[in-house]
């Protein structure tokens, strides 16, 4: 069964708009991570929280995690149109480990300028 | 640049070929992995290998075979292919030990099977 899910499936706003994306999971975890996916090329790893963590900040990036709802969030605050991307979030089981990631379906997020 | 390198970019094979995705990771990873992402589905975890020894199998067809000859290099031997398995194939690594969640991925390889 899918692992993460991510809500909304697209989502667009003007450029400086702050974006939010949702995730929800269905078993438990060590680990939950966002990526970034730009035009079917590669993933970059934006933030990883860990499950005794509740938030994280990067740069322009914030992320919550609710382990008792089994949900997470990432917040981009000011977007850019370099922003426009695919955003998926993914689960680890262990920590530490060679752990083969589950990801959801992914936000596909555009900036309009 | 993420420091991990996929060949080719793009193939293009007819279903009686066999062909070889190459990864290479730069990062002194000692875990690879292999994931399928096909169109509008998530993407899957094929195969993990941690310190050259596949871990896991993710009940993944035999037309697809992985090798791992060392920690930098990592294969994935095609033969028999279907049309489904026309999908862009990514390729990531991580450090196995410490705090090591983080996977470094590829740009992939688009694979159209014909």
């Known amino acids: 069964s899918q692992q993460g899910e991510e809500d909304p499936q697209a989502l667009s706003i003007q450029e400086g708009e702050n974006a939010t994306m949702n995730c929800s999971y269905k078993?438990?975890?060590?680990?939950l991570q966002w990526y970034r996916q730009n035009s079917g090329r590669g993933l970059v790893h934006l933030i990883l929280?860990?499950?005794?963590?509740r938030e994280k900040h990067s740069g322009r990036l914030r992320v919550t995690l609710d382990t008792s709802k089994k949900s997470s969030s990432l917040l981009i605050t000011a977007s850019r149109a370099a922003d426009t991307a695919s955003y998926f979030c993914?689960?680890?089981?262990?920590?530490?480990?060679?752990?083969?990631?589950?990801f959801g379906k992914g936000t596909h997020l555009i900036i309009q300028p | 640049e993420t420091g991990v390198t996929q060949t080719p970019r793009h193939l293009v094979m007819g279903m009686t070929n066999k062909k070889s995705l190459k990864c290479e990771q730069h990062?002194?990873?000692?875990?690879m992995y292999w994931y399928k992402q096909s169109a509008k589905k998530p993407l899957e975890l094929m195969f993990v290998?941690?310190?050259?020894?596949?871990?896991e199998n993710n009940s993944v067809p035999s037309r697809f075979s992985p090798e791992c000859p060392n920690s930098s290099h990592l294969f994935l031997h095609l033969h028999t292919l279907q049309p489904e398995d026309s999908a862009l194939y990514l390729c990531?690594?991580?450090?196995?030990?410490?705090?090591?969640?983080?996977?470094?991925f590829g740009p992939g390889t688009r694979l159209l099977v014909l």
């Open positions: 993914a689960t680890g089981r262990t920590g530490g480990g060679a752990d083969g990631l589950t």
């Open positions: 990531a690594s991580s450090q196995v030990g410490g705090r090591g969640e983080t996977q470094y």
């Open positions: 929280i860990r499950s005794n963590e």
């Open positions: 990062l002194g990873h000692n875990a």
């Open positions: 290998y941690s310190l050259e020894e596949r871990v």
């Open positions: 078993t438990s975890i060590n680990n």
